[in-house]
């Protein structure tokens, strides 16, 4: 099992990014994914999932601002983060749910 994550960057308040997750290895329609994230000196926190029907559920922080969704011809699961704040600093991975699987992650930053 292989999750690559892209897509990350500087951004100032009020942008947008939007991050891509690469999965292998799995049957990737299958599976629910999620992204998690861990700014520096906090635990790691879940941000949003999505699962193989296409339900999703995130976190009340980043409600309203972040959209999770996948394309499974592309084994991708996919994280637009508009409005952004500094508080959304953190390193993000994605996730396979039930498995112990972790990308290198993807660091975005928010400056004010």
């Known amino acids: 099992v292989q999750l690559v994550e892209t897509g990350g960057g500087l951004v100032q308040a009020g942008g947008s990014l939007r991050l891509s997750c690469l999965a292998s290895g799995v049957i990737f329609r299958l599976k629910t994914m999620n992204w998690y994230r861990q700014a520096p000196g906090k635990q790691r926190e879940l941000v949003a999932m999505?699962?193989?029907?296409?339900?999703?559920n995130y976190a009340n922080s980043v409600k309203g601002r972040f959209t999770i969704s996948r394309d499974n011809a592309k084994n991708t699961v996919y994280l637009q983060m508009n409005s952004l704040k500094p508080e959304d600093t953190a390193v993000y991975y994605c996730?396979?749910?039930?498995?112990?699987?972790w990308g290198q992650g993807t660091q975005v930053t928010v400056s004010s």
């Open positions: 999505i699962d193989s029907s296409g339900n999703t």
């Open positions: 996730k396979i749910d039930f498995l112990d699987y």
